[in-house]
């Protein structure tokens, strides 16, 4: 009796009682933003922006005293999120010219994060005067 009715439980929890099948959560679409970009060196050093799967991120090269840097990735709306931890007013004011100059979406002072649009067909982003450029996904 008990195992009869633990299986139509577990029927109905699963949707095999009525004929549906079982729900599965929405899920958002998983990032697809590259975690490569560089500044090839032709006007200044080699840089790097590296983008790690847990939410790190670290300049080498010309902007390493950015570091370290948190991003994060908003699918839906395709913006590319970098939160600094330490900003000089030279650099803040660097990021809202940006800004002004359509080079980014935009600047959130309180948060120290640079906000950029990033895009399928985006060749390159916009950091601190430089253009870094994707590298394959």
């Given amino acids: 009796m008990r195992s009869t009715i633990v299986l139509m439980s577990l029927s109905v929890l699963s949707g095999c009682g009525t004929g549906q099948p079982p729900e599965v959560p929405d899920r958002p679409p998983s990032p697809s933003v590259p975690l490569i970009w560089y500044h090839s060196g032709s006007d200044a050093p080699e840089m790097q922006l590296r983008l790690d799967p847990s939410g790190a991120g670290r300049f080498t090269g010309g902007l390493a005293f950015l570091n370290?840097?948190?991003?994060?990735?908003d699918s839906v709306a395709q913006e590319l999120r970098l939160e600094f931890s330490h900003l000089t007013a030279?650099?803040?004011?660097?990021?809202?010219?940006?800004v002004t100059r359509g080079y980014a979406l935009r600047f959130d002072e309180a948060r120290s994060a640079l906000v950029l649009s990033v895009t399928p067909a985006t060749d390159y982003i916009w950091v601190a005067g430089w253009n870094f450029f994707r590298d394959s996904l």
Avoid: I, L, N, Q
Avoid at 68 to 73: A, H, Y
Avoid at 90 to 98: L, N, P
């Fill in 68 to 73: 370290p840097v948190r991003w994060s990735f």
């Fill in 90 to 98: 030279g650099t803040r004011y660097v990021f809202r010219d940006g």
